[in-house]
């Protein structure tokens, strides 16, 4: 009987279960479309710190193996390299592994690095934001070649040259799934829509700045921030202080698909943090026929209804230009599918030369 061939991710965290949609959720996308993709590959996830507790279990038909870390000292964290690469030896030997995946230029990378030189197996990690900053320790520690790094973004892949001085040699972004998507909004009665983590990179009190000033032209001006985090009291206290109660609501957590439900109510999405890998609610807020207004532009070619602000004192005169126009249109945009990213990253490990269709590329349609 043949043996399938393995792909083994390592990754930070994973979901606990199925019901777990706000773990790193462009990633548990990935692993889903990856396995619809390649029904032939056999999919084995590593998750170094979370779920909290050590276990093997299936997500979505998918192994996922689970350390428990949850992300203690430097000697807690040495026993747990240890035993992920006792268990990556015993994958080894059961499994016609064809690579290792790393999430993150971080611990999960160090480790896949090391295993995949010293038994001579494909390694490739997939940078994704912060990991691409300068002080990253992992970097001098893994010190990868170009060819083994995947950029999520155009902007990603030139900010790991400018602090590293490495090229990554593939650029790969988000995808979105478009059937998670119901059917559009017949009215757009959102006006201002900002969704992620309530934390101080996102800059959710510039967002609110932002509407103190549109209510000078548009006095009913409605808007809305989806999401949790630490922020939230201190946007409340902005909010009173402003006089803004009647035009801007927090919502808290919300499940994803009543994320999407509002982006497909929203005539603008407003993207006010200071710096991004490519986050995905940019291509949500897209496929969902928002106009997206954003500080930081992830790839060189974007779509039309995409509005980059150079300034923050611009995003105003931006948000105004789109509220203004008499016929503010609303076409979905697809940027890219997560099957079509699925697919490019799946060839990276199973294609012996790779092709131009892998070099960073921009598709969208409408």
């Given at each position: 009987?043949?043996?399938?061939?393995?792909?083994?991710?390592?990754?930070?965290?994973?979901?606990?279960?199925?019901?777990?949609?706000?773990?790193?959720?462009?990633?548990?996308?990935?692993?889903?479309?990856?396995?619809?993709?390649?029904?032939?590959?056999?999919?084995?996830?590593?998750?170094?710190?979370?779920?909290?507790?050590?276990?093997?279990?299936?997500?979505?038909?998918?192994?996922?193996?689970?350390?428990?870390?949850?992300?203690?000292?430097?000697?807690?964290?040495?026993?747990?390299?240890?035993?992920?690469?006792?268990?990556?030896?015993?994958?080894?030997?059961?499994?016609?592994?064809?690579?290792?995946?790393?999430?993150?230029?971080?611990?999960?990378?160090?480790?896949?690095?090391?295993?995949?030189?010293?038994?001579?197996?494909?390694?490739?990690?997939?940078?994704?934001?912060?990991?691409?900053?300068?002080?990253?320790?992992?970097?001098?520690?893994?010190?990868?070649?170009?060819?083994?790094?995947?950029?999520?973004?155009?902007?990603?892949?030139?900010?790991?040259?400018?602090?590293?001085?490495?090229?990554?040699?593939?650029?790969?972004?988000?995808?979105?799934?478009?059937?998670?998507?119901?059917?559009?909004?017949?009215?757009?009665?959102?006006?201002?829509?900002?969704?992620?983590?309530?934390?101080?990179?996102?800059?959710?009190?510039?967002?609110?700045?932002?509407?103190?000033?549109?209510?000078?032209?548009?006095?009913?001006?409605?808007?809305?921030?989806?999401?949790?985090?630490?922020?939230?009291?201190?946007?409340?206290?902005?909010?009173?202080?402003?006089?803004l109660e009647n035009n801007v609501k927090l919502t808290g957590g919300l499940?994803?698909?009543?994320?999407?439900?509002?982006?497909?109510?929203?005539?603008?999405?407003?993207?006010?943090?200071?710096?991004?890998?490519?986050?995905?609610?940019?291509?949500?807020?897209?496929?969902?026929?928002?106009?997206?207004?954003?500080?930081?532009?992830?790839?060189?070619?974007?779509?039309?209804?995409?509005?980059?602000?150079?300034?923050?004192?611009?995003?105003?005169?931006?948000?105004?230009?789109?509220?203004?126009?008499?016929?503010?249109?609303?076409?979905?945009?697809?940027?890219?599918?997560?099957?079509?990213?699925?697919?490019?990253?799946?060839?990276?490990?199973?294609?012996?030369?790779?092709?131009?269709?892998?070099?960073?590329?921009?598709?969208?349609?409408?």
């Amino acid at each position: 009987m043949n043996t399938p061939e393995t792909l083994v991710i390592l990754t930070p965290g994973f979901p606990a279960d199925e019901d777990d949609s706000t773990c790193i959720p462009p990633q548990q996308l990935f692993v889903k479309a990856l396995k619809k993709q390649r029904p032939e590959l056999n999919i084995i996830i590593i998750s170094f710190q979370y779920p909290f507790e050590a276990r093997q279990y299936l997500w979505h038909g998918t192994e996922v193996i689970a350390f428990g870390g949850r992300s203690r000292g430097k000697l807690y964290r040495r026993a747990l390299w240890l035993k992920v690469w006792r268990t990556l030896k015993q994958l080894n030997k059961g499994h016609k592994i064809i690579g290792l995946l790393s999430f993150w230029m971080g611990e999960c990378a160090f480790i896949g690095n090391r295993f995949a030189n010293k038994y001579r197996l494909k390694h490739y990690c997939w940078v994704l934001g912060q990991d691409a900053r300068a002080g990253n320790r992992f970097v001098r520690l893994i010190d990868p070649k170009g060819e083994q790094l995947i950029a999520l973004s155009d902007q990603l892949a030139r900010e790991i040259e400018a602090n590293y001085d490495i090229v990554p040699q593939h650029t790969i972004p988000p995808g979105i799934d478009t059937s998670t998507f119901g059917a559009s909004a017949i009215e757009r009665d959102i006006d201002l829509l900002g969704t992620g983590s309530l934390i101080p990179l996102k800059q959710y009190d510039l967002f609110i700045d932002v509407v103190k000033e549109l209510t000078l032209q548009f006095p009913n001006i409605r808007a809305v921030i989806c999401g949790r985090g630490p922020e939230m009291e201190r946007l409340k206290h902005q909010i009173i202080r402003l006089k803004l109660e009647n035009n801007v609501k927090l919502t808290g957590g919300l499940p994803h698909g009543e994320v999407l439900a509002m982006m497909q109510q929203a005539k603008v999405f407003l993207h006010t943090s200071a710096y991004e890998g490519f986050g995905m609610v940019l291509s949500e807020a897209l496929y969902a026929g928002a106009q997206v207004v954003s500080l930081v532009k992830p790839m060189d070619v974007m779509p039309e209804e995409f509005h980059q602000s150079k300034s923050e004192d611009e995003l105003v005169g931006l948000v105004t230009e789109q509220l203004n126009k008499e016929h503010l249109t609303h076409e979905p945009v697809l940027f890219n599918s997560i099957e079509s990213i699925a697919d490019r990253v799946a060839e990276l490990f199973l294609s012996d030369e790779i092709s131009n269709t892998l070099k960073s590329q921009c598709h969208f349609e409408r």
